[in-house]
């Protein structure tokens, strides 16, 4: 089955090429159907290639195409690599791909752009495929700006709507930012090791010193590349508003995959960021910061996507955070529980503004219970998982990043703890304010309520199954399990672990803090329901008064408006003067002005032509004598 | 033999296009430089890879009291150049034919001699036949943005015609200087001119004269102002040409004549060189956020490329100089499809001012879609021709200053930046009242689209057969340049 | 010896020096052009008068073999000098240089 791992990326190629270049031919069903189908086949073949790992011997396996380019000593092919960890990302892209293919077709039923947004969806999972497959980290790289045009074609989807356009200009412009980032890193690669290919990169840093200045950059042109693409501190800001996309959209690439592809790029470099602790701890704290500061914007805002872009942006900080106290496994861990929860939260959002005509405004819903009974179902089971209640998924995997985090450093996990106190409200006050309570919206809503159909209920009932369940592959020890994903995962972790040295906790200290954290946890939850629930708070209309506190906080800490301020404006302003001050009044006004110059000379210095014989004799005597003179001086 | 046909077809194709009168002439200069490009494919198949030195090379003497022998022939950049040549040369005929020009014959003629002189100053194995090339070439586009120009043609043109005279003077005197080199009798042979190891203050003053001269024709900052006028105020096939082709004449002198004969001095100035060119690249990047006219802002974009080329070539090492070579050609490509883009905008709508069009993708969904990939290739996203270039080039700037390479990279944030904002302007939103009668591609507009798409993918996805052409003559480069600085 | 060289060179090159500047002098501050002409003859003469005396005081007779060049060529300057002479004085009335000053700029 590893031989055929070039038919994964191939089925959504096709998919997209079929789709693309004949859709008008196409009745809207045959497009979905082809790109669902395309998504089912990769997932068959990864299954196989999953299953085949499991049981196999052999642990890595690489395929090679062809070569790519090559010049000089500088040589890279197409190649795709097979291990456990591109294995996992395999299955949930494709897994989660293939759900969220199959709601799309109940999703965008009405859409003009049917076809058009299948196409889009292949493309995008042959690129996020490939970006998980490369065997180097150039093949990684041209994955990882081809997810990021999907995405740009994705979010502005709707492109009539140039306010959505302008959210995909700013995802694809601050994607490139840490994509530069990342290009010099895959450079200093070269330099460094002399190849670009993960075995041979791994294989030689291994002989590398602890914290050796060029693995120390490299290591951090790398974590820049990953800030833009999962949206860390500081380049955060273009994923929430990435929301302009179809919902799922948001699920898929914004949420499960795409976003995640940083943390799976740090994963992969496991070795190369073991070797740096410097690094590490910077991709801790940005991690733990966002963490934080994501939950706390996602606290106070009332669009129901955008609340699940912050947890987002907030959870992928938690994988960071993971990342940078060494938990590899941690990490990937939330990474695929996240991709289950979070998906199913998109997608139950996406049921409930189906639902609701379009509208987005919580303070608009309520009360939805007795009308999407499934939604209702899968959207509590997705809150449960990502708030960390036992025995959800969101539990173990955030409790063994927690874990890790107190090991290296106590205050990482207060960091931590605070973060997941406040997913856990904003995540129940969403909760609430949508579910529960009284409809708040016009009666031409409340008349079309409705469950959505089935192509978009089954897939919430599969990742709510997921979500639920999915926590049980990473059981830890202290919990009486034996933790599967770490065991599969350690071919690809080993090196680091003879590398980093991590702290190990008592049982006892792990008891205490899984107790703390839980308890703290469904004390919030019961504030969160008192307060939604029991008294049916609706937050304030944007028109009232808020403290100033509340309002920076509503307001994203005008992060925007800040950039927009010291980076957008200046540039802007820059090109101007650029434009109409050196070049035109100086470069060029330079380069006329020679011109002139020599017009001008001669001007004048024709004029000594008078015309007058007398003129010219006189002078031709002058000259003469001077000739004379200075010849016989 | 094959390089002498490559050589004076055109020549030929392009007098006899003079005396062909009516529409006809469309046809015949099409054909000619369908022929042309199969010579080139003919050639393609002979060529053997494995060979650094000039091919199919011919060498008569030319004038013998001063041991100027006529010699052309092809290595690997030449030729990779020379494939870039035939291959645009149709596609921008059929644009061309697309629209109607006064005195077609003359227009057409003077494209197929464009090419002429633009082979030859690509297959020129001596110095002096370079030289007279690289006039040639000029004048032909001179006239062609004389004669079919915009309003301001006199003053432009002649503002450009001066430039580039100017630059290649001074090369003029270099040559002259490096002629009384050598051991007499005195040659201008290129391989000669190679052996000649000058003394290091010696190369340090030769660099000067080369360098003006490759950075007027690039162009590198600050040697740039004529460009966007002249790009701007040209006919689109001149603009074409000029972007397309004529720009990588001055990269390719560098390649040719600077790098092996003075490497010593761009050892010496590299740095002043690359960051001029790099100060360019941000610079026009910067100028090309600022413009409203589509025209001008590719422009401005094109000589952002040319820039980050530039500084490529000056790094002197492997990465700098492949990437070099593979980058002219993609640019080469994506500069004449964004031109033609803007060409069928301004053919539609009578208009290049981006706030003016919009919505164009609601109407024209097959030509917003082959405009995005042009567009795409052009800020070099990974698969599509442009990504292999700038990423080589980069890891090359990358080897001689991490700080310059960092610099040359906002280029890709930048160039998102102008693109994206112009495709949104143009492409998406609303239609206005000037693009909502906007039609789709038509056939002849998809017979060039098409190609060149297929081409943009193919080189973005497989160079190999592409780049393993030039690998053996910049790996000699390489030597002869290592040969000296050691 | 004989009667050239009876005068000491001394006053043969005062001679041709006075004649010299006279023409010179001639030459500057005059307007008629036919003045102007003579002053040429009288600058070529006194050169010929110095070629002589020189040639007769080194006893060489290749100085009076240039005399006799520059007297064939003065002469065949003369002749084309006054043909253009009468032409403008045909066509504008007047040998005055100061009225011919239309070649200029």
Known sequence: MKELVWLVPLFPLIGFLIIGLFKNNFSKKLAGTIASGAILASFTVSLGIFIELLSGAEKTFTYTLFDWITSGDFSVAIAFLVDPLSSIMLLIITGVGFLIHLYSIGYMHDDEGYAKFFSYLNLFVFFMLLLVLGNNYLLMFAGWEGVGLASYLLIGF?????????????????????????????????????????????????????????????????????????????????????????????????????????????????????????????????????????????????????????????????????????????????????????????????????????????????????????????????????????????????????????????????????????????????????????????????????????????????????????????????????????HFLDPVFEDSKLILFTNHLSHSTEYMLMGTAVGILILVILFARNKYFTNNEIPKSDEDKKSVFANLVYNKYYVDEIYDAIIVKPLDFLSGVFFKFFELKGIDSIVNSTGKLVIGLSDTFRRLQTGHVGFYIFMMVISIVAILFFNLI | MITSALLFFPLLAGIALFFVKGEQVKKLALSAALIEFFISLVAYFQFDKAIANAQFAMSTPWVKSLGINFSIGMDGISFLLVLLTTFLLPLIILSANRNTYKNPSSLYALMLLMQFGLIGVFTAQDAFVFYIFWEIALLPIYFIALLWGGAEKVRITFKFFIYTLAGSLLMLTALIYLYFQTPAPHTFDLQTLYTLHLSQGQQNWIFWPFFIAFAIKMPV????????????????????????????????????????????????????????????????SLLAMYQKDYKRLVAYSSAAHVGLIAAGVFAMNHQGLSGAVIQMVAHGISAFGLFFVIDILFLRTGTRQINELGGLRLVAPNFATAALIILLSSIALPLTSGFIGEFLLLAGIYQYSGMLAAFGGLTTILGAVYMLRSYQSAFLGDHTTVSSNFSDLVKEEKLIIVPLILVIFFIGIYPKPLMEIAEPSVKQLISIIELSVK | MNALQSVPLNHYILLSAMLFAIGVIGVLVRRNAIIIFMCIELMLNAVNLLMVAFSAHHGDGSGQVFVFFIMAVAAAEVAVGLAILIMIHRNSKTTDIDFLNKLKF
């Open chain 1, 158 to 486: 709707w492109f009539k709507n140039q306010s959505y356009n302008d959210a995909a200009k700013k995802a694809f412009i601050v994607n490139r930012i840490g994509d530069l980032g990342f290009v010099l890193g895959i450079i200093l690669i070269f330099i460094t090791f002399g190849s670009i290919n993960y075995a041979d990169v791994f294989g030689s840093a291994m002989s590398h010193p602890s914290n050796e200045p060029v693995i120390v950059l490299i290591t951090l042109l790398l974590f820049v590349g990953a800030m833009g693409k999962s949206a860390q501190i500081p380049l955060y800001t273009w994923l929430p508003d990435a929301m302009a996309g179809p919902t799922p959209v948001s699920a898929l690439i914004h949420a499960a995959t795409m976003v995640t592809a940083g943390v799976y790029m740090i994963a992969r470099s496991n070795v190369l960021y073991s070797l740096s602790p410097t690094t590490l701890t910077i991709v801790a704290i940005v991690g733990a910061v966002t963490a934080v500061f994501a939950a706390t914007i996602g606290i106070l805002q009332n669009d129901i996507k955008k609340v699940l872009a912050y947890s987002t942006v907030s959870q992928l900080g938690y994988m960071f955070l993971a990342m940078g106290v060494g938990a590899f496994t941690g990490g990937i861990f939330h990474l695929a529980t996240h991709a289950f929860f979070k998906a199913l939260l998109f997608l139950g959002a996406g049921s409930v503004i189906h639902a609701m005509g379009g509208e987005q405004d919580i303070r608009k819903m309520g009360g939805l219970k007795k009308y999407l009974p499934i939604t209702y179902m899968t959207f509590l089971i997705g809150t449960i998982a990502i708030s960390g209640i036992p025995p959800f998924s969101g539990f173990f995997s955030k409790d063994e990043i927690l874990a890790h985090a107190f090991a290296a450093n106590p205050l990482l996990w207060i960091l931590g703890i605070a973060g997941s106190i406040m997913t856990a409200f904003y995540m129940f006050r969403l909760f609430y304010l949508t579910f529960s309570g009284t409809f708040r919206g016009t009666e031409h809503q409340k008349h079309h309520l409705h469950e959505s159909p089935s192509t978009m209920t089954i897939p919430l009932i599969v990742l709510a199954v997921l979500a639920a369940l999915a926590g049980f592959i990473g059981v830890p020890e202290v919990l009486g399990g034996s933790h599967l994903l770490e």
């Open chain 2, 221 to 284: 900052f600050p040697f740039h102002s004529w460009l966007a006028d002249t790009y701007t105020d040209a006919p689109m096939p001149g603009t074409m040409l000029l972007s397309g082709i004529m720009s990588k004449m001055g990269v390719y002198g560098a390649i040719r004549l600077l790098l092996p004969i003075a490497p010593l001095g761009v050892q010496n100035w590299g740095t002043t060189a690359i960051v001029l060119a790099v100060i360019g690249v941000l610079y026009t």
